[in-house]
């Protein structure tokens, strides 16, 4: 059998290296947009995460013509009102380093005994013929008092995983591909992936 192109639609190689470990097994190659169109983009101008994520897999499908995989995720703090949320990305500001957005996360809870946080994932997968399937991954945590690890990316170094003496940023990759939102998510996605490639 002939493996199936699966076009993700992120420009991030943090979470390509996620997504093809967490997918290893099915009958899919994992190729990232930016191979094909390095200037692809997409507005996330949606106010959920399925939003956000079915509008970026529907867009790459039509685009290169394969089924496609894009996500959406966010860290909702407690004490903040669940923000950043679905705007962690342009939290402070599409072009301020993630670096800066995690110290205006730690500035913002100074003095707050609550620290209770999580981080959400929504996968999407859309073929080129607009059908479209989501599913959706949490993983529960508190944010910590600076940031710790060199591991992943985003928020991770401020999240302490629940469970876990540790941030994500912290943790073995292994142990991470286990029990991240993005992992709980794609694992999901895997059982809708391998029912979909009866259908090509």
């Known amino acids: 059998m002939d493996f199936l192109k699966l076009v993700v639609a992120t ?45 970026k897999a529907i867009a790459a499908a ?3 013509g394969h089924m496609a995989l894009a996500d959406d995720s966010g860290l909702e703090v407690k004490a903040l009102g669940g923000a950043p949320g679905v705007f962690s990305a342009r939290f402070g500001g599409k072009s301020l380093p993630q670096s800066e957005k995690n110290r205006l996360i730690l500035e913002s809870l100074k003095g707050v005994s609550d620290r209770s946080a999580r981080f959400v994932c929504v996968v999407a997968v859309a073929t080129p013929g607009g059908q479209v399937k989501t599913a959706e ?26 469970g ?37």
């Not at 190729?31 to 959920?48: A, K, R, S």
């Not at 991954?137 to 629940?162: H, L, N, R, T, W």
């Not at 286990?178 to 029912?195: G, T, V, W, Y």
């Open 11 to 55: 420009q991030n190689p943090g979470k390509i290296r996620e997504i093809r470990e967490i997918l290893k097994g099915l009958n899919y190659v994992v190729i990232p947009i930016f191979e094909l169109y390095p200037d692809f983009e997409v507005e996330e101008d949606g106010q959920t995460y399925a939003e956000n994520a079915s509008k």
């Open 62 to 64: 039509r685009l290169t």
């Open 137 to 162: 991954g949490i993983c529960k945590g508190s944010i910590g008092f600076k940031e710790q690890g060199s591991g992943g990316f985003g928020y991770d170094p401020i999240f302490i995983v629940e």
């Open 164 to 200: 876990y003496q540790k941030t994500m940023a912290e943790l073995e990759p292994e142990v991470k591909n286990k029990i991240s939102h993005r992992a709980r998510a794609l694992r999901k996605i895997r059982e809708i992936l391998s029912s979909l490639q009866d259908t090509f």
